[in-house]
T-cell receptor, first 117, second 115 residues
Framework: AQSVSQHNHHVILSEAASLELGCNYS??????LFWYVQYPGQHLQLLLK??????LVKGIKGFEAEFIKSKFSFNLRKPSVQWSDTAEYFC???????????????FGKGTKLSVKP | DTGVSQDPRHKITKRGQNVTFRCDPI?????LYWYRQTLGQGPEFLTY????????KSRLLSDRFSAERPKGSFSTLEIQRTEQGDSAMYLC?????????????FGSGTQLSVL
């Protein structure tokens, strides 16, 4: 079965620090990859997604992620975090080759990011 | 607000009782999903509707769980004979089947506590 691993449970950074959140998935075939974010008191929302093409994907609010197929990774990065980036970040994956709907996502356990002002 | 809405926001029930949750997706969205999220975990897929047809069900969806989307608009998720292990956040999401780059829009969820 597919699985998604997020290595960090809780990351604490100061404003202006650089961010990298790790995400690894287990399936070796074609995958679609996502990062969702949940700000305090809000619903989950899409940050960025990768389906094909350029493995460096840019999302909202200055976030980007790089798909490295050989490492089964899709790490999230931001060069300089802000206090408003405090949230929980979820990596998710699905595969068109495994059947199932496109919205049937396998999520990681999430990483809580706390940014100190 | 024209996002996905879920009702109620919180539900406390006693073990063995039945509960029902409602989800109203974004109006033009034809796809609707239910997920469950427990503490410290990411969301887990439960079931998927395209219009009124339930096309996919997870193994997590035991016989005590039933979901409907009778007119292809709102959906209900019922849990019969609740157990303490059913305590979780139940999330609804919707999307529009227009492209292959499917983006899910999530609601705020219904937090279920089974005592």
């Amino acid at each position: 079965a597919q699985s998604v691993s997020q290595h960090n449970h809780h990351v604490i950074l100061s404003e202006a620090a650089s961010l990298e959140l790790g995400c690894n998935y287990s399936y070796g075939g074609t995958v679609n990859l996502f990062w969702y974010v949940q700000y305090p008191g809000q619903h989950l929302q899409l940050l960025l997604k990768y389906f094909s093409g350029d493995p460096l994907v840019k999302g909202i609010k200055g976030f980007e992620a790089e798909f490295i197929k050989s490492k089964f990774s899709f790490n999230l990065r931001k060069p300089s975090v802000q206090w408003s980036d405090t949230a929980e970040y979820f990596c998710a994956v699905n595969s068109p080759n495994l059947g199932g709907s496109q919205g049937n996502l396998i999520f990681g356990k999430g990483t809580k990011l706390s940014v100190k002002p | 607000d024209t996002g996905v809405s879920q009702d109620p926001r919180h539900k406390i029930t006693k073990r063995g009782q039945n509960v029902t949750f409602r989800c109203d997706p974004i109006s033009e969205h034809n796809r609707l999903y239910w997920y469950r999220q427990t503490l410290g975990q990411g969301p887990e897929f439960l079931t998927y509707f395209q219009n009124e047809a339930q096309l996919e069900k997870s193994r997590l969806l035991s016989d005590r769980f039933s979901a409907e989307r009778p007119k292809g608009s709102f959906s209900t998720l019922e849990i019969q004979r609740t157990e303490q292990g059913d305590s979780a956040m139940y999330l609804c999401a919707s999307s529009l089947d227009r492209t292959t780059n499917e983006k899910l829009f999530f609601g705020s969820g219904t937090q279920l506590s089974v005592l």
